[in-house]
C-alpha cells in the first residue's frame, strides 16, 4: 500500500505534519523523521519548526490520541446534549472499532516516558463505565476492567496499529457485535449500543 502524502494542497504546514505523524506512526512506531516529512510533503526545517524531534513529536501525537480516547470515554459516561442515555462501554468500544486514535495510543505507549500514566487515566474513566453498566444490566456481573483494558490492543489492530492496514468496515463491524455479545450478561440483556 502506497504511503499517502499531503503537500501543499492548501493544508497549512503543521496540519500537514501532524496528519503525516500520526499516519506514519500507526503504520509504525519507529516511523523517522524523514519518512513523516515525506509524507508531509515538506522539507526538514519545517519538521523541526514544528517539534523539537522526533521524541517530542511521538510524545504529541500519544498524548493527542489518549486525549481523544478519554474523551470518547467520558461522552459515552454521560447523557448527550438532548437527554438520550449514556451510550455507555458498548458504545465506547464500538466507536473505538472505528478510529484510529486507540490504535495509535496503544501503539505508541510503550515509547512514550510516562505513557502508562495516560492507560491509568483511561482506566478511571472506563471503570465508571464498566461499573454504570454492570449497575444497569447491560454487562456481565464479572466483567472486570482488565478484560476491557485487555480487548483495547485487540481493537487496535482493527483500526490499523498492527502495521497493517485497519480491517475492512464489515470486519470491524462482526467484531464489534462479538464483543457486544460476550459482554452482556447471559440471557440477552439490553440491545447493541449506538456509537456515541
Known amino acids: ?27 509504525d512506531a519507529r516511523a523517522p523523521v524523514r519518512e513523516v516529512v515525506r509524507r508531509a510533503g515538506v522539507g526538514r526545517s519545517a519538521f523541526y519548526t514544528r517539534w523539537d524531534g ?49 490504535a495509535l495510543a496503544v501503539r505508541l505507549e510503550p515509547h512514550v516516558p510516562g505513557g502508562e500514566r495516560v492507560v491509568r487515566e483511561l482506566g478511571g474513566a472506563l471503570e465508571l463505565l464498566v461499573e454504570d453498566g454492570r449497575r444497569r444490566g447491560e454487562l456481565r456481573a464479572d466483567l472486570a476492567l482488565d478484560d476491557v483494558l485487555a480487548l483495547l490492543p485487540a481493537l487496535a489492530g482493527l483500526s490499523g496499529a498492527s502495521g497493517a492496514p485497519g480491517a475492512p468496515a464489515e470486519v470491524r463491524e462482526r467484531v464489534v457485535r462479538l464483543l457486544h455479545d460476550a459482554l452482556r450478561p447471559r440471557g440477552g440483556g439490553p440491545p447493541a449500543a449506538a456509537p456515541c
Open 1 to 27: 500500500m502506497a504511503a499517502q502524502t499531503w503537500g501543499w494542497t492548501g493544508e497549512s504546514t503543521r496540519a500537514a505534519l501532524v496528519r503525516a505523524a500520526r499516519s506514519a506512526l500507526l503504520e
Open 54 to 102: 522526533r521524541e517530542q513529536m511521538v510524545e504529541e501525537v500519544h498524548a493527542s490520541a489518549a486525549a481523544a480516547v478519554h474523551a470518547a470515554a467520558v461522552r459515552c459516561a454521560h447523557p448527550d446534549w438532548s437527554g438520550r442515555a449514556p451510550r455507555g462501554l458498548l458504545g465506547l468500544l464500538e466507536e473505538l472499532a472505528h478510529g484510529g486514535d486507540v
